[in-house]
């Protein structure tokens, strides 16, 4: 690699660009550095706070580096088990729609930044890291118990029932299951529950996502299907728009008529 011209002969623009470009991130750490010692020596108002810019992101870098590490220390813990699968679920609380879980194996050295809870993320973040979990995941598996269905055996016996669902639709079979905060009945997997597990455990967390973009896809479908009572904004809880909708026209096909109990309908 040649040697960059004297900084004081580089606009800063172009010091800009070096910064953020893939031929500065693939140097050795040692050349990097190098570089980064000789912008702390240009007096420039505009080099300093480039390089203030860049100090700053790389320590965000490194600590999200830190917290996904944090977050794989179940993984880590059973790391002699081959295939662990993290399962979570969403909509245990909405008046209408489905319960949607997922189950996720992913590879061993999966280090995905910015995994969370997925209440946590934005929307677009959402998305974005569903992508990358089903680019990287080895095997996925959905859940989806429908209302009635909710309404004929409650929301706890129907959550488990989807839960089962994501599971049995992995393939390979994982050894392991990492659950947050439940035990499943009736899976002979060996479980691990864990208490606020989509905030500490990196599977776990993967699957949040997963479950939350699959459903809220669903729900915006349904908006179509039944206009009104704004499906695609409230996702089927209970806002107040969706309430007065209720009020206005009634339970649709997908409302779950055990939850609508306390509302004069």
């Known amino acids: 690699m040649e040697k960059e011209k004297s900084e004081t002969k580089v606009s800063v623009r172009n010091i800009a660009a070096m910064l953020q470009g893939e ?3 693939g140097r050795t750490k040692e050349e990097r550095r190098a570089f980064l010692d000789r912008l702390a020596g240009d007096n420039r108002a505009g080099v300093q706070r480039l390089l203030e810019k860049y100090r700053r992101e ?5 600590d999200e580096r830190a917290r ?7 993984e880590l813990k059973y790391a002699d088990i081959e295939y662990i699968a993290g399962i979570d679920e969403v909509g245990r609380g909405p008046l209408a729609g489905p319960v949607v879980t997922c189950a996720v194996i992913l590879p061993k050295d999966c280090r995905i930044l910015y995994v969370n809870d997925s209440k946590q993320l934005t929307k677009e973040k959402r998305e974005e890291l569903c992508a990358e979990i089903l680019a990287q995941a080895v095997s996925v598996g959905i859940g989806v118990v429908q209302p009635a269905r ?3 055996i409650n929301i706890l016996q129907a959550t488990y029932e989807a839960m089962r669902q994501s599971v049995e639709k992995l393939s390979p079979a994982p050894a392991l299951l990492l659950n947050d905060a439940v035990t499943i009945p009736g899976v002979t997997i060996q479980q691990v529950p864990i208490i606020k597990g989509d905030a500490k455990c990196f599977a776990i967390a993967a699957a949040s996502i997963v479950a939350k973009v699959t459903r809220d896809r669903m729900m ?8 009104g009572y704004q499906f695609a904004k409230n996702k089927g809880y209970g806002s107040e728009e969706h309430i007065a909708a209720l009020k206005k026209l009634g339970p649709s096909p997908i409302h779950r008529k055990s939850f609508l109990g306390k509302f004069e309908l």
């Open 23 to 25: 031929e500065f991130r």
């Open 150 to 152: 909710i309404d004929e």
């Open 220 to 227: 915006t479908e349904y908006d179509v299907q039944y206009p």
């Open 68 to 74: 996904i590490e944090k977050m794989k220390e179940y």
């Open 58 to 62: 790389e320590k965000k870098l490194a």
